[in-house]
Structures are given as C-alpha cells and as structure tokens.
C-alpha cells in the first residue's frame, strides 16, 4: 500500500456541521433507494452472466477484430456504483470481471498484451470506460497504474511494438491501431462478425457496382470484396479525428503520474487537428494520409474518411471524439480556448443548417458530406453542448445549448434508454440547474428506478442458449442506470460515451471508511453550477448515526473551493446566513443523525493540477513502476 497521508494533514482540511435536524426530503430517499436497488441488481446481473472466475458463458470460439469491447461495457455499472457510494464488493467484482474479460478475449484472440490488438477508437473508447472509472474508485491500485503508462505507450512512439504514433508528424498512423501497432490492411476476417450489423448502414463508398440504396450489403461476398479492397486502399493509412478519443487513455496517464509528457501528448495532438481543420478551411476533415496530407488517398476529398462525415456515423461520431479531446485539453491545459475545435464545429454545422418547414420549428443541421455535398439534415444532438458547457459554464456555451431547437421545453426526463445505459437526458439536467422543473431530481431517480425493475424482469426471463447469444448481450442486460445518480450527486451529466472521462463539478469521498463515494445513508443534491459556484444539499437520511463527507472541487481536483456559505434549507440561494473560508479542493461537512445542509461554494475553475488523488493518498506516495528484466539475449 502506498504510504497515506497524516491524520494532521487529511485534519487540517477545512469542516463545516450541521446544525439542521429534519425529515430527509424525497429526492434524498429516492437517491438511496436507487444507490441501494442497483447494487442488488448489479450483484444479481454478475451472478447471472459470469462464471465465479468472471469468465463469460458464451462462445468456443469468436473471429475477427470486433467484440471486445461489449463486455467491458456490460460491466462499467460496477465501478460506478462504487464511486458513488456502493459497497465495496462491487469494485472487487469489477477488478474481477475487467481481468476475466482481459483475459478470454485474449483467448478468442482480439486482444493482445491487455489491450486490443488492433481496433478503432470508437471501441476502444468504449472499452476503455471500464479501466477509466476503475482509476477513479481506486487509484491505489499499482496494476492499474502500471496499465496505464504502459497503454500509453501504444501512442506516444515509445512502444516498438506499437508504433501507432508519427511525433513528426502528429498523427496517428491508421484508423485500425493497438497493441500490435497499425493495421494497414484489413481482411475479410477482421470484419467477419461485423457485417450483419453493417448492412444497416449507408455505403462506405460511393463507386461500390449494385450498390445505390441507403444502405450497403456488407453480406453479399461480391460487395464485401469490394468494400475491403476500397477500404485498404483508401482508408486504412493516415489519421481520421476518432483518433482523438485517445487523447482520454493518455489523460488517464497522466492522472495517474502527473507525466508532463502525456498532458503536452494531449495538448499537442489536439493542437494538430486544430491546424488540419484551419487548412481545411475551418472544417475538420476526416481524413489525412501518412504525410500529413489532407485526402492523400481519397484524391483530395477531405470527407470519406473512416468513420468520418459519410460513414458511418456521420456527425455525431466526429463530433464527440473532438468533444473529447477538448475536455480533455482543459481538463490538463486549464484554458477554456481549449474547447474552440468543437466550438468551431458545432458553429460550422449550425451555419451550415437551415430551418425546418416542416411545421416541428428549430433548426435542421447537416450529420453527413458526400460527393454531393451535405446531406442528411436533422435536429442536433444536445449532449454534446451541454458536456462543454457543464465544464466551461462559459457564456458562448450557453448560447450553444439555448439555441438548440426545444430547449425551452426541457426539464422532463425521458424514459429513452441510450446504448449501455448511457446519457439519455442530458438537456433536461441542464434545464434543471438552470432553475426549469424543480421535481426533475425526484422524477430522474424514479425513471432509472422503473427502468431498472424492468432490466430486472428481462433478466429473470432470460433462459436462452448462451452460445446464441450477440455480442452486446452483456451492455444489453446490464441493470445499472446511473445516470439520475451520476446527475444529482456530480452535478454534472454521464461521460461523453465513446471513451469520454467521468467529470464532476463535485465528488464525495467518505471520512471514516476512507474511500470514494457518500458514506452510508448520506445523500446529495448539485442544484445549481455556474462558473463560480455551486449550490449543493447534503442529506444524512439516518437517525441514529452522524456522518462525515469529504467534498472534493472537480473529479479529479481540479478546481479549488474558496468559501462555503450556509443556506437555509428552505431559503433562496441569494441568502447569505454565515460564511466560512475554505481554500482547499476539499471541505469536510459533518452531519448528525437525521443532519442536512445547504451550501453554496465558491470556486475557482480549473485552478489545481488534475490527478486521481484522495484526501488521504496521493500519487506523489505512489510507489515506483515496475521494470521488466531486459531480454534482449533471446531476441531474434
């Protein structure tokens, strides 16, 4: 164990009590009756579909490059639950699954040295959820350091093994990258098991013979031949923005060892697409060859990259891998200049749109370029505006989500249900904190508790053939809907999906058990963020014991609170009862039995060094890598 920090030091962070006794309001119960629910279901939903050494029931055998990511997601609501304040079995069943599914997937072979061997970043971002919540519930852990610089690794050019990365040129050298370096040239057995699920997408190209309809058939031999012949010589050298999501798994590394290098990675890679888009024009293009040329293999197309403007995805795809990459600057670089890449086309977009006469109103924006332009012109997606401007609370962000076609209406959770659980209501949290629907905390926390006893009953009815099973069975069963939990405590809304880091405007560690996540019968409620405060309600629902709350400024530290002033529980936010100072990333609030409080913090963004630390451990403790023995004498 890495040593801890005195008891003089963790004492010295500022504290303030309670000295309000009532009966705990709906919100609070609500939030520990789904904090408790979800734990049972999540133990039931492991006891279901893993083996006792977390290994899956499934397959003898699964070809192709495709798969390994599902089951990490099926499994990413275990560590979250614990981060949030759920017992302490669920991180070690996390451990547990994250390692079994490691390692079966290598078995299947996808996976090679922990990683996979070759993939895109859109799954290994979903992959990576998994290993990103796991550092935030426990950045103790010496493996999961280790993982981390040495994942990192893979992308800096330090790796021989994997020399996915080009620091010359800034780029990521394929679109197909891992631990076994680029892929180069892709076979009709890396998409074997993908093509079904393709045909329901448009075409990759627009010069595919017979091919002339919305989408394409990937499971015609003839038109695959031709895809994979098209895709080797066009797409599968050079950098596509997707890569971008890998700024997170460098991110993480630094978090981890406050590694300069890996935060100047983050802020340089970045900085490169920046460039491509500004000799683009302002738009980013989806596609730069080896030389750093844009459209090198498309014939100096910028769009028709992989998984770029045409396909598959369109928009939505490019847009969160530069959402990403740009949290990430800020998070690291500590300037909100760092969002202007995805400010800079998210504007493009929207300029690029036109009014819908279809009688709905709003505005209908383009989600894909082809050889003739701009097509499929829908209404924006809100999340990833409001993901920017929960972390900038910059005034031109907020432009960006009000100006959003219904923003005036929002406030009404939707029982819609994103892929693995994911972020399903976004803009109703932001409407929330922005004074609309003071019941949106209770009506979240009651839509995931319905959706969750739903999840259950499918559960239960389960009794197919395990081998039949798809490969997003797991995501697809998963019970753990966190995303009113995340919402009402955080302050903040779920993780940008594909590989997105879990930001925070605040999070809880408890005192006494000395780990993450709100002590036992204590719950909390982020009703208000600005750029300068946050206004928050902590709740001991329990009558017989006092607690102790840790308040941490960011997710990872990086703000600092200045002030904490004391509202009254049935009082306006302006009120100004009595004020402490705190100056420190941490306040301690001590609750008695049945002990609530209000509180309004001032802070400063972005003002401390981001890392995984805790109040009592910090990486500076940590204790050094492991080297491997040199092998050199067996080399070839």
């Known amino acids: 164990m890495p040593n801890e920090r005195t008891d003089e030091a963790t004492d010295a962070i500022p504290v303030i ?25 999540a133990l039931e939903f492991v006891d279901r579909y893993a083996r006792p050494d977390g290994t899956l029931p499934w397959r003898e055998s699964w070809p192709g490059m495709d798969g390994s990511d599902d089951p990490y997601e099926g499994f990413q609501g275990l560590p979250m639950l614990y981060l949030l304040g759920g017992r302490t079995e669920l991180l070690t069943l996390a451990r547990r699954q994250w390692d079994a599914v490691t390692w079966q997937w290598t078995e299947y072979g996808q996976i090679h040295r922990e990683f996979d061997a070759y993939y895109d970043w859109m799954h290994h971002g979903e992959a990576n959820n998994l290993l990103y919540l796991l550092a935030l519930a426990d950045p103790t852990s010496v493996k999961e350091r280790q993982r981390a610089v040495r994942f990192a690794g893979f992308y800096t050019g330090e790796d021989p093994e994997a020399a996915n990365y080009d620091p010359a040129r800034r780029l990521i050298r394929s679109p197909l990258t891992g631990s076994r370096g680029p892929r180069f040239t892709v076979t009709a057995e890396d998409w074997s098991t993908h093509r079904e699920v393709l045909d329901n997408y448009p075409p990759p190209f627009e010069d595919l013979p017979g091919v002339d309809g919305p989408t394409c058939p990937w499971t015609d031999d003839a038109t695959y031949a031709r895809i994979l012949d098209r895709m080797n010589a066009r797409m ?43 000799r683009n024009g302002g738009l980013l293009p989806d596609n730069v060859g080896p030389d750093d040329v844009i459209g090198q293999y498309m014939n100096g197309a910028w769009w028709g990259g992989y998984y770029g403007w045409r396909w598959p995805h369109g928009a939505h795809q490019i847009l969160e891998a530069v959402a990403i990459a740009c949290t990430n600057g800020v998070l690291l670089g500590g300037t909100l200049s760092q969002l202007d890449l995805i400010r800079s086309q998210l504007d493009a977009l929207w300029n690029l749109g036109r009014d819908d006469d279809s009688g709905a109103g709003g ?37 960006r989500v009000l100006r959003l076609p219904g923003s005036a209406e929002w406030g009404t959770p939707t029982d819609r249900i994103a ?94 058990a000395r780990r993450p996540g709100l002590p036992p019968d204590v719950a909390a409620l982020v009703e208000h963020v600005d750029a300068s405060s946050v206004t928050v309600q902590v709740v001991n629902c329990g009558d017989e014991e006092g607690r102790e709350v840790v308040v941490q400024a960011g997710g990872f530290g990086e703000h600092h609170f200045e002030s904490a002033t004391v509202l009254d529980a049935d009082a306006d936010a302006d009120a100004d009862p009595w004020q402490v100072e705190v100056d420190s990333r941490w306040l301690r609030v001590r609750l008695g039995p049945g002990g609530q409080i209000r509180l309004r913090l001032s802070m400063r963004r972005f003002a401390n060094d981001p890392s995984y630390d805790t109040p009592w451990v910090s990486r500076a403790d940590q204790p050094a890598l492991i080297r491997s023995r040199a092998l050199s004498e067996f080399a070839e």
């Open 363 to 399: 505005r209908l924006v383009p989600h894909r370029h082809v050889n003739s332009g701009w097509t499929d012109y829908r209404g924006p997606d809100a999340r990833v505006p409001v993901a920017c401007w929960s972390l900038s609370h910059a005034a031109e962000d907020l432009d």
């Open 17 to 41: 009590e309670s000295h309000e006794v009532a009966a705990p309001p709906e919100w609070a119960l609500l939030q520990r009756e789904l904090l408790a629910a979800s734990e049972e279901a």
């Open 236 to 278: 599968t050298r050079g950098d596509v923005p997707l890569n971008l999501t890998a700024t997170s798994l460098l991110t993480h590394a630094y978090l981890f060892t406050g590694d300069v290098r890996y935060r100047d990675w983050v802020l340089d890679y970045r900085a490169a697409w920046q460039e491509r888009a500004e």
């Open 419 to 512: 892929k693995a659980n994911g972020a399903a209501n976004s803009e109703h949290w932001f409407a929330y904190v922005h004074g609309a629907n003071p019941d949106y905390p209770t009506e979240i926390l009651a839509t995931n508790q319905r959706q969750l006893r739903d999840r259950l009953e499918r559960i239960r009815r389960d009794d197919g053939d395990p081998a039949e099973w798809d490969v997003h069975h797991w995501q697809d069963m998963s019970p753990v809907f966190a995303e009113g939990l995340v919402q009402t405590m955080f302050g903040a809304p779920l993780h940008v999906y594909h590989g997105g880091l879990q930001f925070a405007t605040v999070r809880y560690f408890d005192h006494v």
